[in-house]
Each structure stands twice: as structure tokens, then as C-alpha cells.
């Protein structure tokens, strides 16, 4: 039986003082839930949010990194950094990282497996445009992407890899994918996972859904046979939102 995971994801949100009483207010809603709580904050909550969540089962994320582990790399973080510091997890290739700031399928798979050189478990965002989703061409570039972003990671790695699918239509646009086919969709990734790594493997991949989740539509989405939890946005920077989401299953 997989884990439930629920992951938030501030994006460019909430300075170190907001971070600090967030944890605090939220900690204890969250304490005796068995799913997983991770917050990926901006790097400059890091340090502020991984001593607040000790003693706590909120575990810290980072939302993107550096494929190379030092450099000449002005303005970039290495998971070599995010590890010193005791961060666990990182977002990689989320549609935002590929629209604005060039990340590409190839970026994204050194990323992946500098994270896991680094002890780090990465959260990689797999998801299509309106365009393609009209196109019914979904399931072939979310596949692919899955596929790329996995070249060249042993077997052995998949255990400590988590894979979002966020349809970028539904990305801040308070538009969500039905349960039917979002569960889908992730039935496919989970589904090439298994062309390459085998059924057992793909069937303790965790696999969440990204795109508007809420409160209201997190427990519909969540008791799907394939999602594994959610990587949820703006329901993130709200205390009791979150909590609840977090507590929908």
C-alpha cells in the first residue's frame, strides 16, 4: 500500500518570519496523520523552516536546483547545498521552471539524478498544455517526459522518486481535471514506469496530482486508485486549507 503524500508548494511566497509561524500554527493539525507532510519553500526559508519543523512531521522541500555541484553558476543552488542543510526533497521540471526559466527535458534528468547523487528525493513534474489535451495527445508527452526524466536512474532510485502530474491548464487557473482523468493520466505514467522498470516497481511509485487542488476536491482526488497524494499550490499558503488537505484522507 503506498503512502499518501501531500506536498505544498509555496512558489515565490512568504518570507522567513511567515514561514516560521506557519509551520508553528500547522504543526499540530497535522501531528497524527499518517501521510506525509512536505513543504517546499523558497531558499530563503529553508534554514527558517527546517529548524521550526523539527520534532515534527513536516518534512522541508526545496522547489528547484542545479544539476552541477559547484561552479560558476551565479544565482543557482546545488543539491549538494540542500543536502548540507538537511533539506529531503525537491521539485524538479515543474511547468513554471520549463516555461520561464528553460528548463527542458534534458535539464530535468540531470537534475533528477544530481538530486539522487545528493541523498536527495525528487519531485518531478510531468504535465501537458490545454493545446495538447485537445490534441489527445496527453498521454504521449506526459509519458515522455516521464520517461526522459528517468533516462540513465538505476532501478534501485525509484524508491526515493516521487512524480507530480500537473496539467498546466489547471496550474493557478482554478481549473482541476476530473478525478476520472487525472487517475488516467497518472495510470499511464505509472504504466511507462513500468515498461522500463518493471510492474512492481511502478507499483510503489507515488505518483501525485498538481492543478487546483482544494479542500473541496482533495479527498475525491486522493481516493483514486492511482494518485498517490497531492502537490497543491495557492491551497498551500492557507494554514487551515492546507491542514485540511492534508487531512482529507
Not at 142 to 162: C, D, F, G, H, M
Request: one cysteine or more.
Amino acid at each position: 500500500m503506498r503512502k499518501k503524500v501531500i506536498a505544498g508548494n509555496w512558489k515565490m511566497n512568504m518570507l522567513p518570519n511567515e514561514a516560521i509561524s506557519f509551520i508553528e500554527n500547522i504543526a499540530p493539525m497535522v501531528k497524527d496523520t499518517k501521510n506525509e507532510v512536505i513543504l517546499c519553500v523558497p531558499y530563503v526559508d529553508l534554514f527558517y523552516s527546517l529548524l521550526t519543523s523539527q520534532n515534527t512531521n513536516i518534512k522541508i522541500g526545496a522547489q528547484n536546483m542545479h544539476w552541477e555541484e559547484s561552479g560558476a553558476y551565479t544565482g543557482e543552488v546545488s543539491g549538494k547545498m540542500l543536502q548540507s542543510i538537511g533539506v529531503e526533497y525537491v521539485v524538479i521540471g515543474h511547468s513554471e521552471r520549463r516555461q520561464y526559466f528553460a528548463d527542458t527535458d534534458e535539464t530535468v534528468n540531470k537534475k533528477v539524478r544530481a538530486a539522487l547523487a545528493n541523498e536527495l528525493k525528487p519531485i518531478i513534474c510531468v504535465g501537458e498544455t490545454l493545446e495538447i489535451r485537445e490534441q489527445g495527445k496527453q498521454n504521449e508527452v506526459i509519458t515522455t517526459q516521464t520517461r526522459l526524466a528517468l533516462e540513465a536512474v538505476e532501478a534501485s532510485k525509484l524508491e526515493n522518486v516521487l512524480i507530480a502530474y500537473e496539467p498546466i491548464w489547471a496550474i493557478g487557473t482554478g481549473k482541476t481535471a476530473t478525478a476520472e482523468d487525472a487517475n488516467s493520466a497518472i495510470k499511464a505514467i505509472r504504466g511507462e514506469v513500468a515498461k522500463i522498470y518493471g510492474e512492481p516497481i511502478a507499483s510503489n511509485l507515488t505518483i501525485l496530482y498538481g492543478g487546483s487542488v482544494k479542500a473541496d476536491n482533495s479527498k475525491e482526488l486522493f481516493e483514486t486508485s492511482d494518485i498517490d497524494g497531492g502537490l497543491v499550490g495557492g491551497a498551500s499558503l492557507k494554514v487551515e486549507e492546507f491542514a485540511k488537505i492534508c487531512l482529507s484522507v
